[in-house]
């Protein structure tokens, strides 16, 4: 049917255009901070993924955030995620990805992921063949405990940031 659809110029059969919203609360400034005023919950697909990819982004960047761990199902050849996870492995962070490679038709690009993370210094783990891992949440912790959900198959991130040696170690 979609085929259809490219022959016939009738665009009022077709669906509006739809572009996720992101929460305002994320708009400009470090979601580091965002995240530590209040929980922010995202609901893909109608709110943007963007916010988690840039909050990888800015876990690379971080010289508090020590390391990252990050389950990656399908991911696609030029995914920002993927690109994150390098630039923070290249900058000396621990970075453990679990990648599963039951993704149908995805296992080749999972493969070759996992070769450009580990040439950056990232620990990949892979999937157990009996299993999918299917992931569906970002954790992340800062100084004061901060976490956000979504329901997106590229996560759960766990960023670990730098304490000073006064601070007391709890878990997130």
Not at 149 to 171: E, F, G, M, V
Request: charged share 20%; proline share 7%.
């Amino acid at each position: 049917m979609m085929a259809v659809l490219g022959d016939v110029d009738r665009p009022e059969l077709l669906y509006r255009p739809f572009a996720p919203s992101v929460p305002k609360a994320l708009k400009g400034g470090s979601l580091f901070s965002a995240i530590a005023k209040s929980d922010i919950l995202l609901h893909h697909p109608f709110q943007s993924f963007s916010p988690i990819e840039d909050l990888l982004r800015e876990a690379a960047r971080d010289p508090d955030v020590l390391a990252i761990k990050q389950t990656l199902y399908r991911t696609g050849s030029d995914s920002p995620i993927v690109s994150a996870l390098v630039d923070a492995a290249s900058q000396g962070k621990e970075v453990t990805v679990v990648i599963e490679l039951r993704a149908r038709f995805d296992e080749a690009d999972n493969l070759q992921l996992a070769s450009r993370l580990q040439e950056a210094g990232a620990i990949v783990i892979y999937g157990i063949m009996a299993y999918k891992t299917h992931a569906r949440c970002c954790i992340s912790c800062a100084e004061k405990k901060v976490s956000c959900a979504t329901t997106r198959t590229w996560a759960p991130a766990t960023i670990t940031p730098k304490l000073p040696s006064s601070t007391p170690i709890t878990a997130c």
